[in-house]
Protein backbone atom coordinates (compact mmCIF):
# COMPACT_ATOMS: atom_id res chain seq x y z
CA UNK A 1 0.00 0.00 0.00
CA UNK A 2 1.46 3.29 -1.14
CA UNK A 3 0.46 5.67 1.53
CA UNK A 4 -0.15 9.79 1.75
CA UNK A 5 0.12 8.94 5.78
CA UNK A 6 3.02 10.06 7.03
CA UNK A 7 3.43 9.35 10.93
CA UNK A 8 4.09 12.01 13.05
CA UNK A 9 6.38 11.16 16.20
CA UNK A 10 5.77 14.21 18.82
CA UNK A 11 4.40 11.26 21.42
CA UNK A 12 7.48 9.44 20.90
CA UNK A 13 9.70 12.40 22.65
CA UNK A 14 6.80 14.37 25.17
CA UNK A 15 3.24 13.83 26.15
CA UNK A 16 1.16 14.60 23.79
CA UNK A 17 -3.04 15.59 23.01
CA UNK A 18 -6.33 16.95 24.90
CA UNK A 19 -6.84 12.82 25.32
CA UNK A 20 -3.86 11.43 25.79
CA UNK A 21 -3.85 8.83 28.92
CA UNK A 22 -1.28 6.22 27.92
CA UNK A 23 1.81 9.18 28.24
CA UNK A 24 5.03 8.75 25.98
CA UNK A 25 5.37 5.29 25.05
CA UNK A 26 8.09 2.78 26.04
CA UNK A 27 10.79 2.35 23.40
CA UNK A 28 9.73 -1.40 22.88
CA UNK A 29 6.22 0.15 21.75
CA UNK A 30 8.48 3.05 19.37
CA UNK A 31 9.51 -0.41 17.44
CA UNK A 32 6.36 -1.59 17.45
CA UNK A 33 4.66 1.39 16.04
CA UNK A 34 7.52 2.34 13.21
CA UNK A 35 7.78 -1.22 12.29
CA UNK A 36 3.81 -1.39 11.63
CA UNK A 37 3.97 1.92 9.70
CA UNK A 38 6.95 0.36 7.49
CA UNK A 39 4.82 -2.76 6.71
CA UNK A 40 1.63 -0.98 6.00
CA UNK A 41 3.58 1.34 3.21
CA UNK A 42 4.23 4.12 5.33
CA UNK A 43 7.90 5.79 4.43
CA UNK A 44 7.75 8.93 6.21
CA UNK A 45 8.07 10.47 9.25
CA UNK A 46 7.40 14.23 10.97
CA UNK A 47 10.38 15.19 14.04
CA UNK A 48 11.32 17.99 15.79
CA UNK A 49 13.86 19.08 17.04
CA UNK A 50 11.73 20.36 19.64
CA UNK A 51 9.88 17.10 20.77
CA UNK A 52 11.73 16.18 23.50
CA UNK A 53 14.14 12.89 22.31
CA UNK A 54 11.69 11.87 19.54
CA UNK A 55 14.79 12.47 17.26
CA UNK A 56 17.45 10.15 19.14
CA UNK A 57 14.32 6.95 19.16
CA UNK A 58 14.19 7.80 15.94
CA UNK A 59 18.25 7.46 15.12
CA UNK A 60 17.96 4.46 18.05
CA UNK A 61 15.49 2.66 15.86
CA UNK A 62 17.59 3.25 12.49
CA UNK A 63 20.62 2.08 14.10
CA UNK A 64 19.15 -1.53 14.76
CA UNK A 65 17.16 -1.80 11.78
CA UNK A 66 17.48 -2.01 8.16
CA UNK A 67 13.82 0.01 7.53
CA UNK A 68 15.03 3.18 7.09
CA UNK A 69 12.50 6.45 6.81
CA UNK A 70 12.09 9.47 5.17
CA UNK A 71 12.42 12.41 7.94
CA UNK A 72 11.38 16.07 8.02
CA UNK A 73 12.07 17.50 11.35
CA UNK A 74 11.87 21.43 12.11
CA UNK A 75 14.59 23.44 13.78
CA UNK A 76 13.77 24.90 17.17
CA UNK A 77 15.67 27.93 18.54
CA UNK A 78 15.52 26.89 21.98
CA UNK A 79 17.44 23.66 21.69
CA UNK A 80 21.04 25.38 22.86
CA UNK A 81 22.46 22.58 22.71
CA UNK A 82 22.73 21.92 18.94
CA UNK A 83 25.06 23.70 16.83
CA UNK A 84 23.85 27.66 16.18
CA UNK A 85 25.20 27.52 12.40
CA UNK A 86 22.71 25.78 10.54
CA UNK A 87 24.99 24.01 7.62
CA UNK A 88 26.53 22.33 11.61
CA UNK A 89 22.95 21.98 13.02
CA UNK A 90 21.78 19.75 10.03
CA UNK A 91 24.66 17.69 10.12
CA UNK A 92 24.29 17.07 13.72
CA UNK A 93 20.66 16.10 13.24
CA UNK A 94 21.80 13.49 10.65
CA UNK A 95 23.63 12.01 12.55
CA UNK A 96 21.14 11.80 15.26
CA UNK A 97 18.30 10.47 12.98
CA UNK A 98 21.20 7.91 11.57
CA UNK A 99 19.90 9.26 8.06
CA UNK A 100 21.92 10.85 4.65
CA UNK A 101 19.43 13.37 4.21
CA UNK A 102 16.33 14.99 5.40
CA UNK A 103 13.46 15.20 3.13
CA UNK A 104 12.22 18.15 4.53
CA UNK A 105 13.90 20.76 7.39
CA UNK A 106 11.25 23.04 8.25
CA UNK A 107 10.75 26.10 10.17
CA UNK A 108 8.01 25.43 12.80
CA UNK A 109 6.54 28.21 12.76
CA UNK A 110 5.89 31.53 10.86
CA UNK A 111 7.32 33.46 13.30
CA UNK A 112 10.44 31.65 13.27
CA UNK A 113 10.50 31.19 9.47
CA UNK A 114 10.48 35.35 8.91
CA UNK A 115 12.79 35.70 11.78
CA UNK A 116 15.53 33.43 10.78
CA UNK A 117 15.14 31.79 7.32
CA UNK A 118 17.03 35.27 6.20
CA UNK A 119 20.08 34.33 8.09
CA UNK A 120 19.97 30.76 7.33
CA UNK A 121 19.20 30.83 4.04
CA UNK A 122 22.80 30.46 2.05
CA UNK A 123 23.38 27.62 4.28
CA UNK A 124 20.08 26.30 3.53
CA UNK A 125 20.82 26.61 0.02
CA UNK A 126 23.96 24.71 0.30
CA UNK A 127 22.23 21.68 2.36
CA UNK A 128 20.12 21.54 -1.19
CA UNK A 129 22.88 21.56 -3.29
CA UNK A 130 24.76 18.87 -1.32
CA UNK A 131 21.56 17.14 -1.07
CA UNK A 132 21.57 16.70 2.63
CA UNK A 133 18.11 18.26 2.40
CA UNK A 134 15.05 17.76 -0.24
CA UNK A 135 13.34 20.55 0.89
CA UNK A 136 13.02 23.27 2.87
CA UNK A 137 9.79 24.12 4.69
CA UNK A 138 7.49 25.73 6.61
CA UNK A 139 4.68 24.58 9.62
CA UNK A 140 1.87 27.38 9.13
CA UNK A 141 -1.72 28.07 10.81
CA UNK A 142 -3.38 31.04 9.37
CA UNK A 143 -4.32 31.77 5.38
CA UNK A 144 -2.42 35.39 5.40
CA UNK A 145 1.11 33.33 6.63
CA UNK A 146 0.42 30.69 3.70
CA UNK A 147 0.12 33.90 1.45
CA UNK A 148 3.23 35.43 2.66
CA UNK A 149 5.12 32.31 2.68
CA UNK A 150 3.95 31.74 -1.05
CA UNK A 151 6.00 34.92 -2.20
CA UNK A 152 8.64 33.18 -1.12
CA UNK A 153 10.65 31.48 -3.91
CA UNK A 154 12.43 29.27 -1.87
CA UNK A 155 10.17 27.14 0.12
CA UNK A 156 8.73 23.52 -1.30
CA UNK A 157 6.66 22.43 1.07
CA UNK A 158 4.39 23.67 3.85
CA UNK A 159 2.03 22.16 6.48
CA UNK A 160 -0.98 23.55 7.84
CA UNK A 161 -3.96 21.88 9.71
CA UNK A 162 -6.45 20.58 8.01
CA UNK A 163 -9.99 18.81 9.60
CA UNK A 164 -13.58 18.46 10.05
CA UNK A 165 -13.66 21.99 11.90
CA UNK A 166 -10.63 24.03 9.63
CA UNK A 167 -12.40 22.49 6.86
CA UNK A 168 -12.88 23.50 2.98
CA UNK A 169 -14.72 26.62 4.53
CA UNK A 170 -10.97 28.17 5.68
CA UNK A 171 -8.67 26.28 3.39
CA UNK A 172 -10.03 25.54 0.11
CA UNK A 173 -9.00 28.51 -2.15
CA UNK A 174 -5.09 28.69 -0.57
CA UNK A 175 -4.89 24.72 -1.00
CA UNK A 176 -5.70 25.27 -4.31
CA UNK A 177 -3.28 28.17 -5.26
CA UNK A 178 -0.37 26.55 -3.33
CA UNK A 179 -0.63 23.62 -5.59
CA UNK A 180 -0.75 25.81 -9.12
CA UNK A 181 2.77 26.91 -7.68
CA UNK A 182 3.95 23.80 -7.48
CA UNK A 183 4.79 23.64 -3.34
CA UNK A 184 3.89 20.30 -1.83
CA UNK A 185 1.08 20.46 1.10
CA UNK A 186 1.29 18.55 4.43
CA UNK A 187 -1.81 19.08 6.78
CA UNK A 188 -1.47 18.08 10.59
CA UNK A 189 -4.13 17.98 13.30
CA UNK A 190 -6.46 15.56 11.93
CA UNK A 191 -8.06 15.19 14.90
CA UNK A 192 -7.67 18.40 16.33
CA UNK A 193 -5.49 17.00 18.87
CA UNK A 194 -9.15 14.81 19.94
CA UNK A 195 -11.51 17.41 20.18
CA UNK A 196 -13.97 15.55 18.18
CA UNK A 197 -14.03 12.65 20.46
CA UNK A 198 -14.79 14.49 23.49
CA UNK A 199 -18.50 14.90 24.95
CA UNK A 200 -19.56 18.80 24.20
CA UNK A 201 -20.82 18.83 27.60
CA UNK A 202 -17.27 18.28 29.03
CA UNK A 203 -15.65 21.38 26.97
CA UNK A 204 -13.96 23.76 29.26
CA UNK A 205 -12.60 27.21 28.96
CA UNK A 206 -13.03 28.81 25.42
CA UNK A 207 -13.50 25.69 24.30
CA UNK A 208 -17.52 25.87 24.87
CA UNK A 209 -17.34 27.94 22.05
CA UNK A 210 -17.54 25.32 19.66
CA UNK A 211 -20.04 23.50 21.25
CA UNK A 212 -22.38 23.92 18.73
CA UNK A 213 -20.18 23.09 15.91
CA UNK A 214 -19.30 20.17 17.45
CA UNK A 215 -23.01 18.94 18.66
CA UNK A 216 -23.70 19.91 14.86
CA UNK A 217 -20.78 17.17 14.03
CA UNK A 218 -22.46 14.62 16.10
CA UNK A 219 -25.94 14.85 14.31
CA UNK A 220 -24.68 13.06 11.33
CA UNK A 221 -21.88 11.50 12.30
CA UNK A 222 -21.99 8.15 14.46
CA UNK A 223 -19.47 8.20 17.31
CA UNK A 224 -18.11 4.69 15.78
CA UNK A 225 -17.33 6.30 12.70
CA UNK A 226 -15.76 9.94 13.72
CA UNK A 227 -12.29 9.25 13.46
CA UNK A 228 -13.01 7.52 10.38
CA UNK A 229 -14.01 10.38 9.15
CA UNK A 230 -11.85 12.46 10.29
CA UNK A 231 -8.53 10.34 8.29
CA UNK A 232 -11.05 9.78 4.88
CA UNK A 233 -12.22 14.08 4.86
CA UNK A 234 -8.28 15.13 4.32
CA UNK A 235 -7.11 11.83 2.72
CA UNK A 236 -9.98 12.07 -0.20
CA UNK A 237 -8.27 15.70 -0.48
CA UNK A 238 -6.67 15.76 -4.03
CA UNK A 239 -4.45 18.87 -2.98
CA UNK A 240 -2.89 17.31 -0.25
CA UNK A 241 0.27 15.59 -0.51
CA UNK A 242 0.27 13.84 2.88
CA UNK A 243 -1.53 13.93 6.32
CA UNK A 244 0.18 13.59 9.20
CA UNK A 245 -0.97 11.20 12.31
CA UNK A 246 0.00 10.18 15.76
CA UNK A 247 -0.56 7.44 17.73
CA UNK A 248 0.01 5.66 20.73
CA UNK A 249 0.42 1.95 19.86
CA UNK A 250 0.51 0.05 16.68
CA UNK A 251 -3.07 -0.89 16.87
CA UNK A 252 -4.15 2.24 16.60
CA UNK A 253 -1.64 3.01 13.60
CA UNK A 254 -3.82 -0.05 12.16
CA UNK A 255 -7.43 0.81 13.18
CA UNK A 256 -6.56 4.06 10.84
CA UNK A 257 -5.06 2.28 8.03
CA UNK A 258 -7.93 0.35 8.43
CA UNK A 259 -10.24 3.23 8.63
CA UNK A 260 -9.03 4.85 5.40
CA UNK A 261 -8.79 1.71 3.29
CA UNK A 262 -12.11 0.18 3.87
CA UNK A 263 -14.50 3.37 4.14
CA UNK A 264 -16.20 6.19 1.63
CA UNK A 265 -17.45 8.76 2.84
CA UNK A 266 -18.38 11.12 0.03
CA UNK A 267 -21.57 11.96 1.40
CA UNK A 268 -20.99 12.99 4.69
CA UNK A 269 -17.54 14.76 3.03
CA UNK A 270 -20.30 17.38 1.88
CA UNK A 271 -21.85 17.98 5.66
CA UNK A 272 -18.78 18.54 6.83
CA UNK A 273 -18.24 21.56 4.90
CA UNK A 274 -21.78 23.43 5.95
CA UNK A 275 -19.61 23.43 9.17
CA UNK A 276 -18.08 27.20 9.11
CA UNK A 277 -16.41 28.10 12.53
CA UNK A 278 -16.55 31.59 12.93
CA UNK A 279 -13.68 32.07 15.87
CA UNK A 280 -10.94 30.63 13.80
CA UNK A 281 -8.46 31.40 16.64
CA UNK A 282 -9.87 28.41 18.45
CA UNK A 283 -9.24 26.29 15.33
CA UNK A 284 -5.27 26.37 16.65
CA UNK A 285 -4.71 24.54 19.72
CA UNK A 286 -2.14 27.19 21.32
CA UNK A 287 -5.51 29.48 21.87
CA UNK A 288 -7.29 26.98 23.82
CA UNK A 289 -7.88 27.94 27.17
CA UNK A 290 -8.96 25.31 29.62
Known sequence: MKSKLILGTVQFGIKYGINNSAGKPTFRKVVDILNTAYVKGIRMLD?????GDSQ????QYHNQNSKKFKIITKFSPARKDLPKNIFDRVNKNLKTLRVEFLYCYMFHSFNDFKKYFPEMKNDLIRLKKESKIKKIGVSLHSNKE????????????IQLPYNLFD???QRKEILKKSKLLGIEI????VFLQGLFFKD???LSGNLKDLKNELDQLKTFVPKDKMNALALNYAYSNKNIDGIIIGVDNSDQLLSNIECIEKNNFSKLISKVDQINISNNLLLNPVNWKK
Request: glycine content about 4%; proline content about 0%.
Open 167 to 169: NNN
Open 56 to 59: NRIG
Open 200 to 202: SKN
Open 47 to 51: TAEAY
Open 186 to 189: HTRS
Open 146 to 157: IEDVLLNNYIDL
